[in-house]
C-alpha cells in the first residue's frame, strides 16, 4: 500500500479517536450549534482555526497553547462534523435520497447575516441602555430602551 494512503488513514484513525474523546468531555456541542444556528457558525468554526494555522504557519515563534498540526487537526473535525452536520440534515430532509441539486430548505432564523445582526442588535441594546443609564444617571431598572431606541433619540433627550 501507498506510504501516503497509511499515513493518510493514520491521520483519519487519529480524527476519529479525537473526535470521540472531545465528544465525551463536551458532550454533541458542535451538533447543537448545527441544529440551533445552521450552518454557518460551523463554517465559521473552520474559519477561524484556518485564520488561526495561517498565523501559526506565519510565525516563527513556538506557539504555547496550540501547534500547527493541533489546528489542522481540529479544522479538519469541524470540516468532517460539518458535513456530517449537513449529510445528517439532507436525509432528513429528503429521507428517499436528494434526487435533485437542491439544497435543504434553509430557516432564515439560522442564517449567518441574520445571526449576526441578531447579535448586532442585543449588542446595540446593551450599548443603548449602558450610554442611557451614563448619561441620566438612572439606575437600569428605572427605564426601558429597545432596539427601536434610536441613540439620536437619547441624544436629543439629553439635549432638552
Do not use: W
Request: glycine share 4%; proline share 4%; with cysteine.
Amino acid at each position: 500500500m501507498d506510504k501516503k494512503l497509511l499515513e493518510f488513514k493514520k491521520i483519519c484513525e487519529e480524527l476519529s479517536v479525537l473526535y470521540v474523546e472531545k465528544n465525551n468531555e463536551y458532550g454533541d456541542s458542535f451538533g447543537k450549534i448545527f441544529e440551533e444556528d445552521g450552518l454557518a457558525p460551523c463554517l465559521y468554526q473552520i474559519k477561524h482555526k484556518l485564520n488561526r494555522a495561517l498565523t501559526l504557519a506565519e510565525t516563527e515563534k513556538l506557539p504555547k497553547f496550540e501547534t500547527l498540526e493541533d489546528t489542522l487537526r481540529d479544522m479538519a473535525n469541524y470540516s468532517i462534523m460539518t458535513l456530517l452536520e449537513y449529510r445528517m440534515t439532507l436525509k432528513e430532509t429528503y429521507p428517499n435520497g436528494n434526487k435533485s441539486e437542491e439544497r435543504p430548505p434553509v430557516n432564515k432564523e439560522k442564517t449567518c447575516a441574520n445571526g449576526a445582526k441578531k447579535n448586532k442588535d442585543k449588542k446595540d441594546d446593551v450599548f443603548r441602555k449602558e450610554f442611557y443609564h451614563m448619561i441620566f444617571n438612572e439606575p437600569l431598572s428605572d427605564y426601558t430602551v429597545s432596539t427601536n431606541t434610536s441613540l439620536t433619540k437619547l441624544i436629543e433627550e439629553l439635549l432638552k
